[in-house]
């Protein structure tokens, strides 16, 4: 079982900074991708970045320019620098993760889900 610890939410105002940490432990083999999702309240979540292990990232339209996803493989960790802040930006950050966890002598897939940290851009 793989386990995903997010941190680092909170509240600021609009063209503010933060930056948000997801720790995954747990029975992992290797993590293929990493990534981050945001569920603004009463809409569905969308995704905001992807990073690949060999660092290739993907991002959402919308945070082009402003977000930076990056990872430690070594910690098994994923971060989010996310600059000029906008109220849109506004929800809940979910990180996600997906690799092989080890079963008996083989290896099956995995992904996890973290609980969510909430980010609120706001005057």
């Known amino acids: 079982q793989v386990q995903l610890v997010e941190s680092g939410g909170g509240l600021v105002q609009p063209g503010g900074s933060l930056r948000l940490a997801c720790a995954a432990s747990?029975?992992?083999?290797?993590?293929?991708?990493m990534g981050w999702y945001r569920e603004p309240h009463g809409k569905q979540r969308e995704l905001v970045a992807l990073i690949t292990d060999d660092a290739k990232t993907d991002y959402a339209d919308s945070v082009k320019g402003r977000f930076t996803i990056s990872r430690d493989n070594a910690k098994n960790t994923t971060y989010l620098q996310m600059n000029n802040l906008k109220p849109d930006d506004t929800a809940v950050y979910f990180c996600?993760?997906?690799?092989?966890?080890?079963?008996?002598?083989?290896?099956?897939?995995?992904?996890?889900w973290g609980q969510g940290t909430q980010v609120t851009v706001s005057p």
């Open positions: 996600n993760a997906e690799g092989l966890t080890p079963a008996g002598r083989y290896y099956s897939d995995f992904r996890s």
């Open positions: 747990g029975n992992i083999f290797h993590i293929n991708r």
